[in-house]
């Protein structure tokens, strides 16, 4: 993941849904003049307005790979999920050992 992350939008392909407002967690977007405008280059950056435009209107920089189109949603067997979250831990004792650069790259995607 790269560090500069700006939010963009394009006034020519955004509809003025208001889609991506909706769905900022942080009011980060208003819809002014039928056009979706970004309040301030400060948010925390989670891709939802990205994922949620309809016309591809929204863009961010900063990531390595673009977000990923989701075609078929994933079902989860009620019954696994529960058992996983049940039998998680957390670890409470570390050792003294480095973590490869990738491993914290695809723990920070993941969190995206």
Do not use: W, Y
Request: hydrophobic letters at 35%.
């Amino acid at each position: 993941m790269n560090r500069k992350h700006m939010i963009r939008i394009d006034s020519e392909k955004c509809i003025g849904c208001g889609m991506c407002r909706k769905d900022c967690p942080v009011n980060n977007i208003i819809v002014k003049n039928k056009k979706a405008r970004i309040v301030a280059q400060n948010c925390i950056k989670c891709g939802h307005c990205v994922a949620v435009c309809p016309n591809a209107a929204v863009s961010m920089t900063g990531f390595d790979e673009p977000p990923e189109e989701i075609g078929k949603t994933t079902v989860l067997d009620p019954d696994h999920l529960l058992n996983a979250v049940k039998t998680r831990r957390s670890i409470r004792q570390f050792r003294k050992q480095q973590v490869d650069p990738q491993i914290i790259a695809k723990i920070i995607e993941a969190g995206r």
